[in-house]
T-cell receptor, first 113, second 112 residues
Framework: DAEITQSPRHKITETGRQVTLACHQT?????MFWYRQDLGHGLRLIHY???????NKGEVSDGYSVSRSNTEDLPLTLESAASSQTSVYFC????????????FGPGTRLTVL | QKEVEQNSGPLSVPEGAIASLNCTYS??????FFWYRQYSGKSPELIMF????GDKEDGRFTAQLNKASQYVSLLIRDSQPSDSATYLC????????????FGQGTELSVKP
């Protein structure tokens, strides 16, 4: 069955380290999104991509980067992790045409000490 | 003003009752509307979407859209304890590609 996976599911790192969170989908969706979810803020969009080699900044993109070299993957990199980036991160994907329904991965809980 | 607003709750209803969850949005150009359910510690999962004014029913769930009032709601009939979760409203503004704007969610608690 087609699915969307994230790894790792849990990560503890130290301030200043570079961290990469993986997202992989097998639906062949063109659109992929990264969100963070914090108490009191709901889901906030970090970066998104509408296809290979396309990346765009969301509302909370500072300190994060993404790259899209194939349809299936959109890794999220924290260049220099900060305690403020402790959060739960969700990846989602959707078709480029049709309903815009986004399907979410299981999430990664990141703790920056 | 937030683009998509929901009461954070918690909304508490007895088992078997109708739960009514509400969402307002600010952009009149919004074209599609989604309800997601999120259990604690889990990822959001789609319940239903609606595009046109009026009601859309799927099992115990009914989505209602009123574009003139910029209001979308979700009714859950015969609420069950398993419906206890946070319900997220999301809106596609129509000129933003596939991006969705999410509300903060309403926590629903169904008491046996």
């Amino acid at each position: 069955d087609a699915e969307i996976t994230q790894s790792p599911r849990h990560k503890i790192t130290e301030t200043g380290r570079q961290v990469t969170l993986a997202c992989h989908q097998t639906w062949n969706h063109n659109n992929m999104f990264w969100y963070r979810q914090d108490l009191g803020h709901g889901l906030r969009l970090i970066h998104y991509s509408y296809g290979v080699q396309d990346t765009n900044k969301g509302e909370v993109s500072d300190g994060y980067s993404v790259s899209r070299s194939n349809t299936e993957d959109l890794p999220l990199t924290l260049e220099s992790a900060a305690s403020s980036q402790t959060s739960v991160y969700f990846c989602a994907s959707s078709e480029s045409v049709g309903t815009d329904t986004q399907y979410f991965g299981p999430g990664t809980r990141l703790t920056v000490l | 003003q937030k683009e998509v607003e929901q009461n954070s709750g918690p909304l508490s209803v007895p088992e078997g009752a109708i739960a009514s969850l509400n969402c307002t949005y600010s952009d009149r150009g919004s074209q599609s509307f989604f309800w997601y359910r999120q259990y604690s510690g889990k990822s959001p999962e789609l319940i239903m979407f609606i595009y046109s004014n009026g009601d859309k029913e799927d099992g115990r769930f009914t989505a209602q859209l009123n574009k003139a009032s910029q209001y979308v709601s979700l009714l859950i009939r015969d609420s069950q304890p398993s419906d206890s979760a946070t319900y997220l409203c999301a809106v596609n503004r129509g000129n933003q590609g596939g991006k969705l704007i999410f509300g903060q969610g309403t926590e629903l608690s169904v008491k046996p």
